[in-house]
């Protein structure tokens, strides 16, 4: 197992040590492949390597990208459809072609299959190089809540409550808010051959120590990753404040 702890004082530094794992796999690879997260806790990875591609050269057209997950009966065309928001938080602004990003299938009419598809996808790709990651509250990664098997695989599954309720901000109202995603699954997340995961604020507190120093349980899905060969975590002081001060550089 390699969990590395940074805590970086502001957003700014977390993103460009985060940028720094992802640039290696770019640069290093003939085809790399990328597992792109949605929310809040990583736009500032994205943002700085949409400045190092515009400043510093640094391209993606060779890469390909999946996503974690995507709600179920939004439209690819719905602004907060995961394919949508992965492509105007990051993707149009780079170099890397449309067709090159994927995401799982929410239609109605392909949702029975998508989980299976994607997992193919994935697979024929190569597998992904370099995964990003947030973490809730709770400890779920994706949509894998706790009580997820590990040995999860691309499904669909039902958003809790509280996710819908988080989730709220970037609709009218919660009633708009899917109740189900496509999600892919632990045993997926943890085929990627490095993690970055990030995460910032007093609230994920608790989940990052469970994370880091927890045992592993199903009920903190994140702390799975405490038997990955390759995970790098970028925290700030608050998501930080309740590991014990050797765990952190």
Not at 10 to 15: G, L, M, N, V
Not at 38 to 54: A, D, F, M, N, V
Request: aromatic share 6%; hydrophobic share 35%.
């Amino acid at each position: 197992m390699k969990v590395e702890i940074f805590t970086k004082e502001t957003r700014d530094e977390q993103a460009r040590l985060a940028a720094d794992i992802i640039e290696q796999v770019v640069r290093s690879k003939t085809n790399p492949v990328l597992g792109l997260a949605t929310g809040s806790s990583p736009l500032p990875i994205y943002q700085e390597l949409i400045r190092r591609h515009r400043e510093e050269g640094l391209s993606f057209a060779h890469c390909s990208a999946f996503t974690l997950d995507e709600y179920v009966g939004l439209p690819k065309g719905h602004p907060e459809s995961y394919y949508e928001v992965i492509r105007n938080e990051f993707t149009r602004h780079v170099d890397i072609d449309d067709s090159r990003v994927s995401s799982p299938d929410g239609s109605a009419d392909g949702v029975e299959t998508s989980g299976a598809r994607y997992e193919t996808a994935i697979a024929e790709a190569g597998g992904v190089d370099v995964q990003i990651l947030g973490i809730g509250s709770n400890g779920h990664i994706a949509f894998n809540e706790p009580g997820s098997s590990f040995d999860s695989v691309t499904r669909m599954e039902e958003l809790t409550e509280q996710t819908r309720i988080d989730n709220a901000r970037f609709f009218d109202s919660l009633d708009q808010v899917p109740t189900h995603a496509m999600t892919q699954g632990l045993a997926t997340i943890m085929k990627a051959r490095k993690i970055v995961l990030i995460a910032s604020g007093e609230g994920k507190a608790d989940a990052v120590e469970a994370m880091v120093h927890g045992e592993v349980s199903q009920q903190w899905p994140a702390s799975l990753l405490q038997g990955h060969s390759d995970v790098t975590v970028v925290l700030d002081p608050a998501a930080s404040s309740k590991l014990i001060p050797a765990a952190s550089n």
